[in-house]
């Protein structure tokens, strides 16, 4: 089993809807990185956080330390946030998300 | 301000030949990494360091080395190429510790024949 699990592997979904990812680790941490990889390959960081919730924008990433549960939503969800989400977690890192969003 | 920049782009190797990645940085952070993206799986961990002049292993170590001689240099280097070092490298840096922020190169595509 993976230390750090992501679901789903892959969504698509309309452009507007509300996208949830999960992402459950069995690693003790300090704090949690979602990471967003565009088409291109390139990796940018979109949060790290240790306990409640951050929002950035349309991004709201939320975790809860005992549960070892973060999950990243996307609020109204555009054609450019296709990309893959992968958690992190202690130096672990999820499989990732492959999001694609149609107009 | 340039991040975190990777050489080479892409490079070819046949089997056996050697070759040295190389991971600059420009923000004095204390953290760099060197992962391996494969398909179907996560970045995983090959070496990581903590400060200039240290190294250490992470996930998947076996027929890499890495040197840090200088704070703003991470090299990633194969002395013996094998089919199965085909894969995306990625470098990262982050400020403090694991904890802070990653900032990611834009990786090297290696391929092994």
Known sequence: KNEVEQSPQNLTAQEGEFITINCSYSVGISALHWLQQHPGGGIVSLFMLSSGKKKHGRLIATINIQEKHS??????????????????ADMRFGAGTRLTVKP | NAGVTQTPKFRVLKTGQSMTLLCAQDMNH???????????????????????????KGEVPDGYNVSRLKKQNFLLGLESAAPSQTSVYFCASSEWDRNSPLHFGNGTRLTVT
């Open chain 2, 30 to 56: 204390e953290y760099m990494y060197w992962y391996r993206q494969d398909p179907g799986m996560g970045l995983r961990l090959i070496h990581y360091s903590v400060g200039e002049g240290t190294t250490a």
């Open chain 1, 71 to 88: 999950s990243l939503h996307i609020t109204a969800s555009h054609p450019r946030d296709s990309a893959v989400y992968i958690c992190a």
